[in-house]
């Protein structure tokens, strides 16, 4: 009998779109995307082996039960306002975030909080490290199981054995499966054990939650099709710096991706912040020229965020820089156009430093006009008045417009003890905040610092 050779073949695969190249180049010629091709070394599969297809069961869209797929709290408020409720049983939830920011600490705090059976499957730390994080938090161990593992078939075998309901994979780039010859974390290992996962989740009804790693660019690490095969993706981020945390939903198909999730990291774990407008504005300075505070909304929770801008002189001739933290740099680059043509105020010959304190990001257009004011502001050296919030969308012609949700963001405003706002016209007014409603750019400058503001200081 002759012996059967298994060969092994290396491809070039794109991590964006999944594409296969004979060799490596710059460029995907699927996708067009730069600098994403990687080399792996695979085993082919025996076609010949492979059994024929079944059909697949079928079932009227009218007899599904619906009920099925319904939130379970996980007893974090703050994450169960990022997943509209709570996990959904069956379902796989990708975690990413950079090395550590607490997504492990979440994660032990999520099955300390669960009720009923759990599984942490830890592929980079022995359970005696678990179990000293586990007690330095302050969570109990009761009903749940630790496996130390790396095997992809292993941790099917250990969810198998015990059964459980909610099971935690930190983190999927360590799993890897031995019929694959490529190296864990490489695209082909990713991908194949995020997928057996998927199909373990829905055939057993189990939450999973797969811990992911990121690049240095911020985005995960594997290839693209991770995230369309898992039901939703959270992002965890913040400055390692200081205790805040932001969680986003970048994709969830049980629910909005609007909502936003706070928490503060502090020795016993990480808390849930009920209360972010107040730890936004904890260490302002008032008075200070270039600092706005925007009333924002975070899906359907209103918060104050303050903006600072900082413009500094450049040499004649010399061409300003531009940078942006916290909002879209294309946006702000047509704020400022804006603001020079519109408003009158010189902005080209200064350098712009535009910033959202506290990891905040102002995405909505419903910001531009506290953005504006708080460059003015910063060109003028004229600081805005310390009970005063801005509000409004800035058009290319310098026309300020109505902005959603106006009255939530005014209320929020007004229970932390500001008084004014600067609003578009025939913006609605709630108890406790006078309005000072304007039309133009030009108009708000004047509201906001005077006839004067609006030639220099």
């Not at 669960?114 to 994080?133: H, I």
């Amino acid at each position: 009998m002759m012996a059967v050779m298994t060969k092994t073949a290396t491809i070039f695969t794109c991590i964006e779109c999944g594409s296969s190249h004979a060799k490596w180049i710059g460029q995907c010629t699927t996708c067009a995307a730069w600098n994403t091709i990687l080399e792996e070394t695979v085993r082919p599969s025996d076609t010949n082996a492979a059994a024929p297809p079944s059909p697949a069961p079928t079932i009227r869209l009218v007899d599904v039960d619906a009920s099925v797929g319904r939130t379970r709290s996980t007893a974090i408020d703050e994450l169960d306002r990022v997943l509209g409720g709570g996990l959904v049983a069956g379902s796989v939830t990708l975690l990413g975030g950079e090395p550590g920011i607490g997504k492990s600490t979440l994660v032990l705090q999520l099955l300390s909080a669960w009720d009923g059976p759990t599984l942490y499957v830890s592929a980079e730390e022995s359970p005696e490290q678990v179990k000293s994080r586990a007690q330095r938090l302050g969570c109990p161990s009761s009903g749940g199981w630790i496996a130390a593992e790396t095997s992809l078939r292993g941790v099917v075998a250990a969810i198998e054995q015990v059964r459980p309901e909610l099971v935690v994979v930190d983190s999927i780039q360590t799993i890897a499966d031995e019929r694959v010859s490529s190296s864990p974390g490489s695209p082909t290992q990713v991908r194949t054990c995020a997928q057996q996962l998927v199909v373990e989740a829905k055939r057993r009804g189990v939450a999973v939650v797969l811990v992911g790693h990121v690049t240095k660019d911020g985005s995960l690490a594997g290839p693209r099709q991770l995230e369309h095969a898992v039901d939703t993706v959270l992002s965890f981020d913040g400055d390692r710096h200081h205790a805040l945390r932001l969680l986003r939903a970048a994709k969830h198909r049980f629910g909005p991706t609007s909502e936003l999730g706070l928490f503060e990291m502090t020795d016993g774990g990480l808390v849930g912040v009920p209360d972010p407008s107040h730890l936004f504005l904890a260490d302002r300075r008032r008075g200070v020229a270039g600092s706005v505070i925007v009333p924002a909304m975070a899906g359907q929770r209103p918060l104050l965020v303050e903006v600072q801008a900082l413009t500094v002189p450049v040499p004649q001739g010399a061409q300003g820089r531009r940078n942006a933290n916290g909002l879209e740099a294309g946006r702000l680059a047509m704020l400022l156009a804006v603001i020079e043509r519109r408003a009158g105020v010189a902005v080209t010959s200064n350098d712009v430093y535009v910033s959202t304190v506290g990891g905040a990001r102002l995405s909505e257009p419903g910001s531009d006009l506290g953005v504006a004011m708080a460059v003015i502001g910063a060109v003028h050296d004229a600081p805005i008045g310390r009970d005063v919030v801005v509000l409004g969308e800035l058009g290319l012609g310098g026309e300020i417009r109505q902005v959603a949700q106006t009255p939530r963001r005014l209320a929020e405003a007004a229970r932390l003890g500001y008084r004014r706002a600067i609003v578009p016209s025939r913006a609605p007014t709630v108890p406790g905040i006078d309005n000072l409603p304007v039309d133009t750019l030009a108009d708000a400058v004047i509201a906001a610092h005077g006839p004067s503001a609006k030639d220099g200081p």
